[in-house]
């Protein structure tokens, strides 16, 4: 049981902070379906400091890891932004290219710049010993990520709720012609920086995965983190604190199936079968409360 | 080789990896007019795909196969139409969930059918049927006039659609409705129905491009195999500029993208795999950045009325 509960939580990590980037970005109007290419950004900086830069000091690392992924992940998100920004293409469209685009690129990394020192295995070296998240329960992988993760949801909270970029957000993904009209908000810089924070948010998952859980990276590293993520965000209703509950509900789910898997023989693909079924139940969801209040 | 004969392959793998993305854009074109943007379109074909499979080894003919891939593309597309018609869900949330949960689906019915292995499977596949004279035409013979069936629906189907919507009085309704719907209800076309036969007819084709991927091209069936053709097919439509016939023509640069790798490494290119496997995302990429600044959408796309 407390197995199953831990894995739960290492599931629910990345589910929390990748649902975080797809809440904000949904709030702010932009279909941002590109975590997950944003997420292996991320995950591919992380791995090049934590296998190439050769400092010894954990606080190297701390430093610079989140930073460089971050950044990783916002000018992964930069390219639909701008084509958005720039020429109005459907940010659905391009950030689902730019999954297929990241995976091939890891796949190309692993086997060839970044692959381990005997060039035997389509995978990473391992990232040095100071570049690793210490873990919160002894022998587990659960690491400093998770509180992490739940203060920045708190953060995305307070920012959406209670400070004017926050209000600016999501005046410009609720009616974004009202807010331009309203002379106050000016929408594409807001839903531009909005969507580049997203990116920078699953930027962020992407690191504490492989700093924290896998120390190595590899293809097929994410699970379809940054598409679970989407129903893990609706349904929270794009709330950032009801993420923290809805990606523990979905960390428990695939810790079940992966559970199912090993015993039952039951895919653990079905879990996506489950995800979509929650989405459209939401949809439906929705439609009565909107009916219950005209 | 001769740079004759990697020309002519080049031009045959263009028109092959062609032809199920254009079979799919050209359905969502006629969904896109209509007024709603389908993004389980990528589902549908991964569901076609499929049951293309799934039939051809249960009765052993193409032709069922070809219309259990059609069936199942557009059972899949009714229910995104029923979420997105009925439920009024958001297009693009209700297309996601289809798509993952086509995924999911198909990956379950696939090894619950044929075990975790997935046993080989023995498909009736459809072979390039040559048309006489026309196939021994130099360079373009084999490309356009050797190709499995499919390809050849291609030539009547792109230009019948074009007629469809831009000269008939149906194809000025759906125009209409993904135009102006309230507009055109005010005129008297029944909006939502239109809609749903548009949803339909893009997954129906949508499911007979999966069918066409697995019986007369792969031969077999692999789990997520479509691979984002389907998003492919999205950003063709656009490239096509909602046209059927540019539709058509963006489809053969998106193969031509891909066959490139044929060709590089006939001429004996090393590239790395990955940056071919990559080539058509990146073409959307700059495709869409190209134009998607001058081509005009149907003006209510992706919004509930």
């Given at each position: 049981?407390?197995?199953?509960?831990?894995?739960?939580?290492?599931?629910?990590?990345?589910?929390?902070i990748?649902?975080?980037?797809?809440?904000?970005?949904?709030?702010?109007?932009?279909?941002?379906?590109?975590?997950?290419?944003?997420?292996?950004?991320?995950?591919v900086?992380?791995?090049w400091?934590?296998?190439?830069?050769?400092?010894s000091?954990?606080?190297?690392?701390?430093l610079?890891?989140?930073?460089?992924?971050?950044?990783?992940?916002?000018?992964?998100?930069g390219?639909?932004?701008?084509?958005?920004?720039?020429?109005?293409?459907?940010?659905?469209?391009?950030?689902?290219?730019?999954?297929?685009?990241?995976?091939?690129?890891?796949?190309?990394?692993?086997?060839?710049?970044?692959?381990?020192?005997?060039?035997?295995?389509?995978?990473?070296?391992?990232?040095?010993?100071?570049?690793?998240?210490?873990?919160?329960v002894?022998?587990?992988?659960?690491?400093?990520?998770?509180?992490?993760?739940?203060?920045?949801?708190?953060?995305?909270?307070?920012?959406?709720?209670?400070?004017?970029?926050?209000?600016?957000?999501?005046?410009?993904?609720?009616?974004?012609?009202?807010?331009?009209?309203s002379?106050?908000?000016?929408?594409?810089?807001?839903?531009?920086?909005?969507?580049?924070?997203?990116?920078?948010?699953?930027?962020?998952?992407?690191?504490?995965?492989?700093?924290?859980?896998?120390?190595?990276?590899?293809?097929?590293l994410?699970?379809?983190?940054?598409?679970?993520a989407?129903?893990?965000?609706?349904?929270?209703?794009?709330?950032?604190?009801?993420?923290?509950?809805?990606?523990?509900?979905?960390?428990?789910?695939?810790?079940?199936?992966?559970?199912?898997?090993?015993?039952?023989?039951?895919?653990?693909?079905?879990?996506?079968?489950?995800?979509?079924?929650?989405?459209?139940?939401?949809?439906?969801?929705?439609?009565?409360?909107?009916?219950?209040?005209? | 080789?001769?740079?004759?004969?990697?020309?002519?392959?080049?031009?045959?793998?263009t028109?092959?990896i062609?032809?199920?993305?254009?079979?799919?854009?050209?359905?969502?074109?006629?969904?896109?007019?209509?007024?709603?943007?389908?993004?389980g379109?990528?589902?549908?074909?991964?569901?076609?795909?499929?049951?293309?499979?799934?039939?051809?080894?249960?009765?052993?003919?193409?032709?069922?196969?070809?219309?259990?891939?059609?069936?199942?593309?557009?059972?899949?597309?009714?229910?995104?139409?029923?979420?997105?018609?009925?439920?009024?869900?958001?297009?693009?949330?209700?297309g996601?969930?289809?798509?993952?949960?086509?995924?999911?689906?198909?990956?379950?019915?696939?090894?619950?059918?044929?075990?975790?292995?997935?046993?080989?499977?023995?498909?009736?596949?459809?072979?390039?049927?040559?048309?006489?004279?026309?196939?021994?035409i130099?360079?373009?013979?084999?490309?356009?006039?050797?190709?499995p069936?499919?390809t050849?629906?291609?030539?009547?189907?792109?230009?019948?659609?074009?007629?469809?919507?831009?000269?008939?009085?149906?194809?000025?309704?759906?125009?209409?409705?993904?135009?102006?719907?309230?507009?055109?209800?005010?005129?008297g076309?029944?909006?939502?129905?239109?809609?749903?036969?548009?949803?339909?007819?893009?997954?129906?084709?949508?499911?007979?491009a999966?069918?066409?991927?697995?019986?007369?091209?792969?031969?077999?069936?692999?789990?997520r195999?479509?691979?984002?053709?389907?998003?492919?097919?999205?950003?063709?439509?656009?490239?096509?500029?909602w046209?059927?016939?540019?539709?058509?023509?963006?489809?053969?640069?998106?193969?031509?993208?891909?066959?490139?790798?044929?060709?590089?490494?006939?001429?004996?290119?090393?590239?790395?795999?990955?940056?071919?496997?990559?080539?058509?995302?990146?073409?959307?990429?700059?495709?869409?950045?190209?134009?998607?600044?001058?081509?005009?959408?149907?003006?209510?796309?992706?919004?509930?009325?």
């Open positions: 049981m407390t197995d199953f509960l831990l894995a739960s939580l290492v599931r629910a990590t990345p589910l929390l990748v649902g975080l980037a797809v809440a904000l970005a949904f709030r702010a109007g932009i279909w941002n379906i590109g975590a997950e290419g944003q997420f292996y950004a991320g995950a900086v992380a791995t400091l934590g296998t190439r830069l050769g400092a000091s954990p606080l190297v690392f701390v610079l890891v989140p930073a460089s992924a971050a950044l990783a992940g916002a000018l992964w998100a390219v639909p932004a701008l084509l958005r920004a720039r020429f109005g293409v459907l940010e659905v469209i391009t950030t689902i290219m730019l999954n297929f685009i990241a995976e091939y690129l890891v796949s190309f990394l692993v086997h060839g710049p970044l692959q381990e020192a005997g060039k035997t295995y389509p995978q990473s070296d391992p990232v040095a010993d100071a570049a690793r998240l210490g873990p919160l002894e022998g587990a992988r659960l690491t400093w990520a998770l509180p992490f993760a739940v203060l920045l949801a708190v953060a995305v909270w307070i920012m959406l709720t209670r400070t004017r970029p926050g209000f600016a957000l999501r005046a410009a993904g609720a009616n974004p012609e009202a807010a331009r009209v002379g106050r908000i000016r929408v594409l810089r807001v839903t531009t920086v909005a969507f580049l924070a997203s990116g920078a948010i699953a930027g962020l998952a992407g690191a504490a995965e492989v700093s924290g859980v896998t120390f190595a990276l590899y293809e097929r994410s699970p379809g983190y940054g598409y679970t989407i129903a893990v965000a609706l349904l929270a209703r794009l709330h950032p604190l009801g993420v923290i509950a809805s990606a523990l509900a979905f960390g428990a789910l695939e810790a079940g199936a992966a559970a199912l898997q090993r015993s039952w023989g039951i895919p653990s693909v079905t879990v996506y079968a489950v995800e979509a079924l929650v989405i459209l139940l939401i949809v439906a969801a929705e439609r009565r409360v909107r009916r219950a209040d005209d | 080789m001769t740079d004759g004969a990697v020309i002519a392959s080049f031009l045959e793998a028109v092959r062609a032809t199920p993305l254009a079979m799919a854009a050209l359905g969502e074109t006629v969904t896109q007019r209509s007024g709603v943007i389908n993004v379109v990528e589902g549908a074909m991964l569901s076609g795909a499929l049951a293309s499979a799934m039939a051809g080894a249960g009765t052993h003919s193409a032709f069922a196969g070809f219309m259990a891939g059609a069936l199942a593309g557009a059972a899949v597309a009714a229910v995104f139409a029923m979420f997105v018609l009925v439920t009024r869900g958001d297009q693009i949330v209700v996601t969930a289809i798509t993952l949960g086509a995924t999911g689906a198909t990956g379950a019915i696939y090894r619950a059918a044929f075990g975790q292995a997935g046993a080989a499977l023995t498909l009736p596949t459809v072979a390039p049927a040559g048309i006489p004279i026309l196939s021994a130099p360079v373009i013979g084999h490309a356009l006039f050797r190709q069936v499919p050849y629906l291609l030539y009547a189907i792109a230009p019948a659609l074009w007629w469809f919507l831009m000269r008939t009085q149906p194809g000025l309704a759906v125009r209409a409705a993904g135009e102006s719907p309230h507009a055109a209800q005010a005129a076309i029944r909006v939502n129905r239109l809609r749903w036969l548009a949803i339909v007819f893009g997954g129906a084709m949508a499911g007979f999966g069918a066409t991927l697995v019986l007369a091209q792969a031969g077999t069936f692999a789990e195999m479509t691979a984002g053709r389907g998003f492919i097919a999205i950003a063709i439509v656009v490239l096509g500029r046209n059927p016939l540019g539709v058509a023509l963006a489809a053969l640069v998106f193969g031509a993208a891909s066959a490139l790798q044929f060709a590089l490494q006939a001429l004996g290119y090393a590239v790395p795999y990955q940056f071919f496997l990559m080539a058509p995302y990146v073409v959307s990429l700059l495709a869409l950045g190209g134009v998607g600044g001058r081509a005009r959408a149907p003006e209510a796309l992706g919004k509930a009325w």
